[in-house]
Every structure is written in C-alpha cells, then in structure tokens.
C-alpha cells in the first residue's frame, strides 16, 4: 500500500506529466493526443518525484513511483479515448517504460551522497536536457514514415501549381541560388520516385503506375482520353481539382505563369459523372479533416455535387474514392491540400511534430507501402470522415 500523502504526490506528477505533454509537449499545438508526446518531458517530473522523496525509505519511494506510473497510464488512456478514440496502447507502453528509467535515473541522483557539491544539480540538468533532446530523436526515428521500396514503379505528376523552381521566376536566380523547389513536392520526391511532366501523353504513365493530378492548367482532349483509359486500365489516380485555389500567385493578375484560379478538369470529371460544386462564399477558413485515421487540412474546398453511387465520400463529399473501370481515383476538392503552411511541422525540420498528414496520405496512394511509420499521430478528433 502507497500512503495517503505518498498517493498523493503519485497522482500530483502524474497530472503534472498530462500537463507539460499537452502544453510543452505540443498536444495542444498539434491537435494530437499522442502519449508518445510526452516522452521529451518525461525527465522533469520524475526527477520532481524523487526530490519529494529525498529523506524517504526505498521501498516507499518505488512504490510511489510504480503509482505515478499507473495514474499517468490511466489518465493518458482516458484523454486518448475521449478525444480520439484510441488509446495508442503501444505508445503508452513506450511512455511507461520510459518513464520507470527516468524515475531510476531521477531516484539515483537525488539519493547522491555527495549533496553538498554541484554535481547531483548538474546530473539533474543532464538528465532533463538530455531526455529532452533523446526522445526527440527518438519520436523522429518512430514517426518517420516509410519510403517507397527500391524499384517502385515512379509516380506520374502533372500539375499547374508553382512546385518546381518555386523560389523565383528569374533564370538567373535559378541558376544562382538552385532550384528552391516547393516544399510538397521536394518531400513527395523523398518518399518515393517521382515524374513530374508537362504533358500526359508523351510519355505515358507506366502501366500499373499512379498518377497525380494536382490542379493542373487546361489539358488537350487527347490528354483527358490518355488520363481516362489509364485509370480504366487499372491505374491509381489521385485528382486534386480546386472550385477557387487560394494558391499565392507571384505574377501579376491574369499571367499565364499564375496557377489557374478555378479547376480545368470539368471534362474529366464530368466524363466519370462528377461534378464539382463552387467554393463556399462563407468559407475561408482552415478546415481538418479525418480519413481513416489520416488528418487532412483543406482551405476553402469545395464539395462534389454530383458523383456515382459507387463512390465512397469524406467530409461532406468534399473528398471521394471513386472506382474507375479497373482503377480508382481519388478526388479532393481542394489543391490547396498541398501549400506547405498547412501541413509543414510546428518546428521546422521536425517531421514527427506535424499538423497533417497530408504527404504521408499522398505517399500512400501513389506507391505501396510508403507513407507508413511505427508510431503514427492520434488526432483529436475533427469532422468525422
């Protein structure tokens, strides 16, 4: 049995543990209830706990430690359920764990006998800063997610957005400062081979291929025939058609350079029995969106009016999986889905700390088996899908 004050302090940490993951853990930021989350923090509670500890016998400090563990699983278990729907039972393991060592590591410190040197504070430093920068670099390891495998047929891209060679319209800055390709499509061709074309008919995407479509300029008739019997034939295709895109332009109004401000693919769309419904006026916000566990941020997306009865459709239809012939595509009534601020990590660089799923939801659609990581985030919950 853990004493009442004992239980008390047990149950103290453990709230205080909820506390720090959901603020500086980045919960909170997130929209994410990862119990992963907490595991950069995990230092500094237990390291509290056993300064709280400091005068009392072993056996009692274990056993308030066992309990502060036990209240931390349980709270973790019962936001994750309330706010998700899940629990994310193997991250809470990880987390549980993790958090016996650091209540060892913590316990060892305190109980140095050499209390009046500076050396059990800068131990304490150490295993806060240290625990701190080594679960980050684990949650990066645990979230990264899976390329495409070597050999992987290349995905086929055509598109009208500013992605390749995004930095300036100037040659000469090209050529002097590189590419400064767009964010989407740099971490697109990380995940897996990638062909991005001007035109869909020469070449033609490789059978068995997929294809991504993502708000592209008018296409030519033979075009749309080429993109029609491809997915017919039992190609992938993932079609981004925008009613208004919110893409920054960088050249003056009405340049041909600027992405199209409405979609183009009526003829497509309309040749599969799809229609794709206006911009909503009173719109113009960001809007999350789950699908199947994956979170997606849409701005202004319009929804599809008109679809087949043997479409599957998310978000009030403003996403469908429509089966084609021998194929299928993927339609999303938003190109926007791909502007980087919507997607890219509250810090930069650290993929793990994402606000959306939305490459690793890419990735997966166009090459099998990429996308896909050990941990993945749990969401608190959206609009349902």
């Known amino acids: 049995m853990v004493p009442r004050r004992a239980a008390v302090r047990a149950v103290s940490i453990a709230a205080l543990t909820i506390m720090l993951a959901w603020i500086g853990g980045g919960q909170a930021w997130l929209g994410r209830i990862d119990p992963a989350l907490a595991l950069p923090i995990l230092a500094l509670p237990m390291l509290l706990l056993a300064v709280w500890h400091r005068g009392e016998a072993a056996a009692l400090r274990w056993r308030t430690l066992v309990a502060a563990l036990v209240a931390l699983a349980v709270m973790q278990a019962l936001l994750g359920l309330m706010l998700a729907g899940s629990a994310a039972w193997l991250q809470l393991a990880l987390v549980i764990a993790a958090g016996a060592a650091a209540g060892f590591v913590a316990d060892r410190v305190v109980q140095w006998r050499r209390q009046r040197s500076l050396l059990p504070w800068l131990a304490g430093m150490a295993l806060v800063i240290g625990g701190f920068a080594a679960g ?74 997929a294809l991504l479509i993502a708000h592209p300029r008018a296409l030519a008739p033979q075009e749309l025939v080429a993109i029609d019997a491809f997915v017919r034939g039992g190609g992938k295709a993932v079609v ?146």
Do not use: K
């Open 136 to 209: 980050h670099l684990l949650l990066a390891g645990l979230y990264r997610p899976a390329a495409a495998l070597v050999g992987t047929r290349a995905a086929t891209m055509l598109t009208g957005l500013p992605l390749r060679w995004s930095g300036s319209g100037d040659i000469a800055a090209i050529i002097a400062n590189g590419a400064g390709d767009d964010p989407a499509l740099v971490r697109l061709e990380a995940m897996g081979p990638l062909s991005l074309v001007d035109s869909i008919v020469d070449p033609v995407p490789p059978p068995g291929g």
């Open 240 to 385: 981004l058609a925008d009613a208004l895109s919110g893409w920054p332009a960088r050249h003056p109004l009405g340049d041909p350079r600027n992405p199209p401000v409405t979609s183009l693919l009526t003829p497509l769309l309309g040749h599969w029995g799809v229609t794709l419904g206006a911009a909503p006026n009173d719109d113009d916000g960001v809007q999350s969106i789950d699908i199947d566990g994956a979170r997606l941020r849409l701005a202004s997306a319009g929804a599809f009016e008109r679809l087949p009865l043997t479409c599957r459709t998310f978000a009030d239809r403003r996403i469908a999986r429509c089966p084609i012939g021998a194929g299928e595509a993927w339609l999303v009534g938003d190109a926007d889905l791909l502007f980087a601020p919507l997607w890219s990590p509250l810090v930069p660089g650290a993929a793990h700390l994402r606000r959306a799923d939305t490459i690793e939801w890419l990735a997966a659609r166009l090459w099998p088996g990429a996308g896909v990581a050990v941990f993945q985030p749990l969401w608190i919950r959206a609009r349902a899908g």
